[in-house]
């Protein structure tokens, strides 16, 4: 709760042209006390502000300068992640009374929790992360509250192994994580703890499936980008985000050997020279088609769907790659092709089979 009882004397005083000296006497105190009120160095005795606010015709609210603050459910939650999105740990104190108000609602104790755990990571505070443990654990008492899809037991459990690997207790870390790793969520920070711990030979297992995982998803964001671009128009962009990920997929090969990520990368070239071609870049798209063409026969001539072939992924027991982009590299481009249903691109394509055949 914050008060401007200081602020609104001298504003009120003013108003009437008052001195100090006036409202003091009107007061029957001392100047030096009205001087201490004003300067907030002290604070007038109730009957003193019901008397002020009845001379100066406002109400002790008013003159108080007090907001009634909407502490209902809802608005208490905003407050609380707003405090935690500005980082103003002043919110540690409102989530603690928010907490005694609402011991046993989900929303207020998962954003107290929030507030304590962004503080304690920040910070280093030990005891904000312990705070924020025991927050977690009634969070799960309280699950079936959750109407948030982002939030699960295994994002909650998640959170809890974020503390104890910040407290120093990589084991307890670790073993949660593993234990609620459903899909390879986790994957990423269960290598990353296991590799500060120098459990190596284990981390390079987590972080090998992260990574293709990482990559498999990495695929299909750049072709939604891809198309969300070409819908809105935006070549540049389209543009732009093809040779970042053709650049990106290029430099995870191997000791010079195809990999399933070249196949990739010829529907990137085929979609950035489509992209080029409608932008009015003729010789960019025929160059771009032109080494799609070359990086397909290339990973067609010995065709690799092992995820150990690309660079910083060790052999992963059961994983294989799989696409519906075409059987080969080539029928990749193909398909690509005929998806822009554009008659100058499929004739530059055309042509350019011709001449290497040719050849």
């Not at 949660?176 to 790793?181: G, P, T």
């Not at 995982?213 to 980008?225: E, Q």
Request: proline letters at 1%; hydrophobic letters at 40%.
């Amino acid at each position: 709760m914050e008060m401007k009882l200081a602020e609104n004397i001298r504003s009120f005083r003013k108003e009437r042209s008052l001195t100090q000296e006036q409202l003091a006497e009107v007061l029957g105190v001392t100047t030096g006390a009205v001087h201490k009120w004003e300067a907030k160095l002290s604070i007038p005795d109730l009957e003193l502000i019901v008397e002020m606010a009845d001379f100066f015709d406002t109400s002790v609210d008013v003159l108080l300068g007090y907001e009634i603050k909407d502490n209902r459910l809802e608005a208490t939650v905003r407050r609380l992640q707003d405090y935690r999105r500005q980082k103003d740990w002043a919110g540690l104190t409102e989530a603690e009374k928010a907490l005694k108000k609402y011991p046993h609602s989900f929303r207020i104790v998962c954003a107290s929790e929030g507030l304590y755990r962004v503080f304690g990571f920040e910070t280093g505070n030990k005891d904000a992360l312990r705070r924020s443990l025991e927050l977690l654990q009634q969070s799960l008492l309280l699950i079936d509250q959750n109407e948030d899809p982002q939030i699960s037991e295994q994002t909650l459990y998640a959170r809890m192994a974020e503390n104890y690997l910040s407290l120093a207790e990589e084991e307890k870390g670790i073993e949660l994580l593993k234990k609620h790793n459903a899909g390879g969520l986790y994957n990423a920070k269960i290598g990353h703890a296991l590799a500060v711990c120098e459990h190596t030979e284990e981390a390079a297992s987590f972080l090998s499936e992260a990574l293709a995982k990482i990559l498999s998803d990495l695929c299909d964001t750049i072709i939604g980008y891809v198309n969300f671009f070409l819908t809105r128009g935006d070549h540049a962009s389209a543009q732009a985000i093809l040779r970042w990920g053709i650049g990106l997929f290029a430099g995870l090969r191997k000791n010079g050997k195809p990999n399933f990520l070249d196949k990739v990368n010829c529907v990137l070239l085929a979609s950035l020279a489509g992209s080029e071609l409608m932008s009015g870049q003729e010789e960019a798209a025929r160059a771009s088609l032109r080494e799609a063409r070359q990086l397909a026969a290339f990973f067609d001539a010995s065709p690799s769907y092992d995820e150990s072939d690309i660079r910083f992924i060790d052999r992963i027991e059961g994983a294989s790659a799989h696409d519906d982009i075409g059987a080969t590299a080539m029928a990749a481009i193909d398909n690509v092709i005929n998806e822009f249903a554009n008659t100058a691109l499929t004739a530059l394509w055309e042509s350019i089979t011709t001449q290497e055949e040719a050849q």
